[in-house]
C-alpha cells in the first residue's frame, strides 16, 4: 500500500509540474519512451543514415519523395498527403505532436519498460508556428481525432533543444503511470490506437487467447461455423 502510495505521489509530482511549466503559455506535448539524440522526423532519422554528418536538405529531399507519392494518390494538397503518409508509417518530415498532455504521458511510457520515458513542452508563439508550420490535419482519421495530434514540420528535420522544456519519467513509473492513465483518464492501448492499425499492432498479444478460446470451446465454435456457412 505503501509503495502504491509514493507512486501515486510521484505521477501526481509529475502531471503538477506539466501543469505549472504550461501555465502561461500554448503548449503542444510529445511522448518518447525512451531518450533519443534528437527530437526529430522519421524522413531526418532515414536521411541521417546514409549522410551522417553530411548536411542535407530535407524539405528538397521530402519534395521529390511528395512528386512521387501523387501518383498513387488523388489528393493535390501536401500536407494533407504528408499526413496520410505518416498515418500508414511511411517517412515524412513531420512530427507527432498532441495538444493533450495526458495522451502524450501514454506515449512517454508505453515501451522500453526498463528506460526512462521523457515528455517533450514545445510552446506555440507566432514565431514557432511559423517556423515550424505547426499545423492540424484539415481531414483527421480516427486515429489523429483520438490522439489528438498536431503536426509540426522543422525546416532542418529536428528541433533546436533549446526551443523545448523536457520532462523525464523514470522507467520504474511507467507501468504505474499507465494504470493511472486508464483509470482516471481513459486513456488506452485501445483509445489511443483505435482503427485497424491498432488491431495489428495487439494481433500478435492477442493471437494466443483466441486460439486458446477456440480449443477450450470447439463444440461452440463449430455450430458458429456451421451456421455462418448456410
Not at 501523387?70 to 493535390?76: G, L, P, Q, T
Not at 494538397?77 to 498532455?101: M, S, V
Request: include cysteine; glycine fraction near 6%.
Amino acid at each position: 500500500m505503501n509503495t502504491q502510495r509514493t507512486e501515486l505521489n510521484r505521477i501526481l509530482e509529475i502531471i503538477g509540474e506539466i501543469a505549472e511549466t504550461t501555465a502561461d503559455g500554448d503548449f503542444i506535448y510529445r511522448g518518447e519512451p525512451q531518450h533519443y539524440e534528437k527530437v526529430s522526423s522519421s524522413l531526418w532519422r532515414e536521411c541521417d543514415k546514409v549522410f551522417g554528418a553530411e548536411q542535407f536538405d530535407i524539405e528538397a529531399i521530402q519534395q521529390r519523395m511528395l512528386t512521387v507519392a501523387k501518383d498513387y494518390i488523388h489528393e493535390e494538397d501536401n500536407f494533407e498527403i504528408l499526413t496520410e503518409l505518416q498515418h500508414y508509417g511511411g517517412h515524412t518530415n513531420l512530427i507527432d505532436f498532441t495538444i493533450d498532455n495526458h495522451i502524450a504521458l501514454f506515449f512517454a511510457c508505453d515501451g522500453f519498460p526498463e528506460k526512462p520515458g521523457r515528455i517533450i513542452l514545445f510552446q506555440r508563439t507566432e514565431k514557432t508556428n511559423e517556423e515550424y508550420k505547426i499545423k492540424e490535419p484539415q481531414n483527421p482519421r480516427n486515429r489523429v481525432i483520438a490522439q489528438k495530434s498536431i503536426f509540426v514540420r522543422p525546416p532542418k528535420g529536428f528541433i533546436e533543444p533549446e526551443n523545448f522544456t523536457v520532462i523525464d519519467i523514470p522507467g520504474s513509473l511507467k507501468e504505474p503511470m499507465l494504470n493511472h492513465l486508464q483509470k482516471q483518464h481513459g486513456i488506452s492501448t485501445k483509445t489511443v490506437y483505435n482503427d485497424l492499425h491498432g488491431f495489428i499492432r495487439n494481433q500478435s498479444v492477442h493471437q494466443r487467447t483466441y486460439i486458446e478460446v477456440y480449443k477450450s470451446e470447439p463444440a461452440q465454435h463449430k455450430d458458429f461455423l456451421l451456421q455462418d456457412r448456410s
